[in-house]
């Protein structure tokens, strides 16, 4: 089962200076933290402040590439959480043809933002992180855990959304 989420806000992770972005539950209160890297987090943080840039980035040249080719994003899934890797799925229409596409979650989230499609995480991906979260022996994790759980609006700058 699929849960639908949106991208609550980009923040950077206080243990490792990582950037973070904060999936969390639309009808719920999950909440699921994904570290990317600092060029996708400049794409995220692009679309959500809205920044045109003169020429278009990856991201952007995806959106009109598919535009061109009158295919649509129908969704994108973060689907699995391996050996603390995400992985993520875009799903495309072309025709009434359902067609996935293997990808990044930050890929995925950045693209998602772009073509205003829903985003959903699957439900055992939900359950392995806060599974993994309670299992770790690591002070730092548990502490940093703690603080995502306890993220206010105030606490998400002006990435909040």
Known sequence: MEVEMKIRG?????????????LKDVK??????????MYEANAIALEIEKIT?????????IRQ???????????VVVS???D??????????????????DSRPSDALALALRVDCPIYVDEA?????????????????????????GLGDEDLGRYKM
Request: aromatic content about 6%.
């Open 10 to 22: 980009l923040m950077m992770d206080p243990v490792t200076n990582m950037p973070i972005v904060i």
């Open 28 to 37: 719920g209160s999950a909440i699921l933290p994904i570290w990317v890297g």
């Open 53 to 61: 840039t003169p020429r278009p980035m990856t991201h952007d040249l």
């Open 65 to 75: 590439l598919l535009a061109g080719l009158e295919t649509g994003v129908r969704k």
């Open 80 to 82: 699995e959480l391996k």
């Open 84 to 101: 603390d890797t995400f992985y993520a799925v875009i799903w495309l229409e072309k025709d009434g043809r359902l067609i996935s596409v």
């Open 125 to 149: 991906v939900l359950n392995s992180s806060k599974a993994a979260a309670a299992v770790s022996e690591k002070i730092d994790n548990e502490q940093l855990r703690r603080w995502l759980e």
